[in-house]
């Protein structure tokens, strides 16, 4: 019997004890902290960062079309038809007409029958690989993929098999374990990685799913709205859109809301409308976030080509530009044809955290936003300043960022250099 006596382990302990409590405290103490900065105005171009006028190259905005007049006039119909939120999940009381539209069209867009939409991007992994995925089943992952993919596949109870970033050697050989093991498989990928922003090598995995018969899943939340002339992602930039079963959206990116989004056949879309419990057992999206995703939808889907030219123009001038410094950038990864893959994620190489971190506020201080990502977001000494592109970026702002960049990494000789 346990003894009542005893002083009793507080299970908020790991609170006060965590690891990484200490950094924390020291960054916080020397004005370093580079998360949770306030943004004071809207997250174009330039914005107002604590009261300065600050150059953003970390805003997932890539289309600027959070700042659209039309697109905010969709957010302000839904709010003055439907109020400002419907209570309660889809199923029972959160589906609007403008669901079922967004619903449809992003069907229509992707060229699937049919697209389910929950309320967050997070959600829309979590909910459909758990609704799609039993104890029983195997789920291969690259390293690389979102902590969103992750978490739906512990929730799910399926055997996690993860594949060093992009090694298609070891993707070959999980598939050959699972296949041996008789074990149904689902592998998952993102379109473009989110930190390193480059493109999954996606004709041999499409090749590997095939052979082996399992199923594939591609995450396209840095894809949509950028990649292929349709803006339709990775998927379409590869030609491999009908080998693909599901591809995973999300609206907080080029799609200037919230929420999410996952298209393929209609049998597996109705199931999850059923099955996924992300989906059942949370409050719908508000109307404006679903009347802004869909406003800007239908300018995608209208004037797209000329954003999307616009929006990778920028990306490959500040990519060129900081490799012209003798900056290490991350590789983007190459195309079929042998060309690069240029993506919205510009990313610049550090390698330890606490440079990164240094380095971050330097070009802070100067008047330039980037994000740091850090360990266990990237790979351990992998340290990144993540820079990311919108189509409203002017050229002399990135000339501005450029000039920044080249002043302040005069004082950090330990960078990485090309
Ligand atoms: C690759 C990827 N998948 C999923 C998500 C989750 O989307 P959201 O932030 O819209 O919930 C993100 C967001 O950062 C992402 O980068």
């Excluded at 109870?157 to 093991?181: W, Y």
């Excluded at 059942?280 to 800007?296: K, T």
């Amino acid at each position: 019997m346990a003894d009542s006596t005893q002083t009793p382990v507080d299970v908020f302990e790991k609170a006060r004890t965590h690891e990484r409590l200490e950094q924390l405290e020291a960054a916080k103490q020397g004005d370093l902290l580079p998360y949770f900065r306030i943004l004071k105005s809207q997250a174009g171009p330039v914005v107002d960062m604590e009261g300065r006028e600050t150059i953003m190259l970390g805003s997932n905005n890539y289309l600027g079309l959070t700042t659209d007049p039309r697109v905010k006039q969709a957010a302000r119909d839904a709010l003055e038809a439907y109020g400002t939120g419907v209570t309660g999940s889809r199923l029972l009381n959160g589906t609007t007409p403008l669901h079922l539209d967004l619903e449809r069209e992003l069907a229509e867009w992707m060229g699937t029958e049919d697209a389910i939409v929950f309320t967050t991007g997070y959600q829309s992994n979590l909910g459909a690989i758990s609704a799609i995925l039993d104890p029983g089943d195997t789920v291969i992952c690259d390293s690389g993929d979102h902590a969103s993919i992750l978490d739906g596949c512990k929730l799910s109870g399926a055997r996690l098999r993860p594949f060093r970033h992009n090694r298609m050697d070891k993707l070959e050989s999980m598939l050959e374990r699972s296949t041996a093991e008789r074990s149904p498989t689902l592998v998952v990928v993102d379109g473009v990685f989110s930190m390193e922003g480059d493109v999954c090598d996606l004709p041999p995995i499409v090749d590997l799913c095939k052979r082996f018969g399992a199923r594939l899943m591609v995450d396209e939340a840095h894809g949509v709205g950028v990649l292929g002339s349709r803006g339709a992602g990775a998927c379409e930039l590869f030609g491999l859109e009908d080998e693909v079963d599901l591809r995973m959206g999300t609206f907080s990116k080029s799609l200037a809301s919230c929420g999410g989004f996952v298209a393929g056949t209609e049998e597996v879309i109705e199931y999850m409308r059923i099955a996924s419990r992300a989906f059942i057992f949370s409050a719908s999206a508000v109307p404006a976030a679903v009347g802004a995703a869909l406003g800007a939808l239908r300018i995608i889907r209208s004037e797209g080509p000329d954003l999307f030219e616009r929006l990778l123009g920028n990306a490959a001038y500040l990519r060129q530009g900081l490799r012209d410094l003798g900056l290490k950038v991350v590789e983007p990864g190459t195309l079929p044809d042998g060309t690069e893959a240029t993506t919205p994620v510009v990313p610049v190489m550090v390698g330890e955290d606490w440079q990164a971190v240094l380095l971050w506020k330097a070009l802070f201080d100067a008047g330039l936003y980037t994000n740091v990502a850090l360990h266990p977001a990237v790979p351990p000494g992998g340290a990144l300043l993540r820079t990311s592109l919108m189509a409203t970026h002017e050229r002399d702002h990135l000339d501005r960022a450029l000039g920044i960049f080249d002043r302040v990494t005069g004082d950090f000789p330990d960078l990485p250099r090309a």
